[in-house]
């Protein structure tokens, strides 16, 4: 029986590629968006402090998640701590707290959800 051989030798095998490396989540820059569409700061005096990521909200999370499961469920930890950031950046600003949770009200949150979160806020987050 005769060989039959081809031209050239046997297809290379395709090789295979990593897929480009995911960037890095842009780090967080301070800037809430309001519900008006607008941003205000969430540091800054009475505002969250700077410290190491992750820390800085930590303690208010677990508060949230732990007494207002409405407002956590489908919320990111980094979502949550906006949230208050907002309530502590609008308190710092000299607004009172019903304002603040009428603001917050604008996120979605029922009115004693709100006024609940900003005491919170008050108590966990909020520096100065």
């Not at 969430?42 to 677990?62: I, K, N, Q, Y």
Request: net charge negative.
């Amino acid at each position: 029986m005769p060989l039959l051989s081809g031209c050239g030798g046997a297809a290379p095998v395709p090789e295979w590629k990593d897929p480009p490396p995911v960037s890095a989540a842009p780090g967080a820059t301070g800037r809430v968006a309001a519900p008006d569409g607008g941003e205000s700061s969430a540091g800054g005096p009475g505002g969250v402090s700077g410290g190491p990521p992750g820390l800085d909200g930590e303690e208010f999370v677990d508060a949230v998640r732990g007494e207002l499961p409405a407002v956590a469920m489908d919320r990111r930890g980094e979502e949550i701590t906006e949230l208050g950031g907002q309530a502590c950046a609008s308190l710092a600003a000299g607004h009172d707290r019903g304002e603040v949770a009428a603001e917050l009200g604008g996120y979605g949150l029922a009115a004693a959800d709100a006024r609940r979160l900003v005491t919170l806020a008050r108590t966990t987050l909020c520096r100065g």
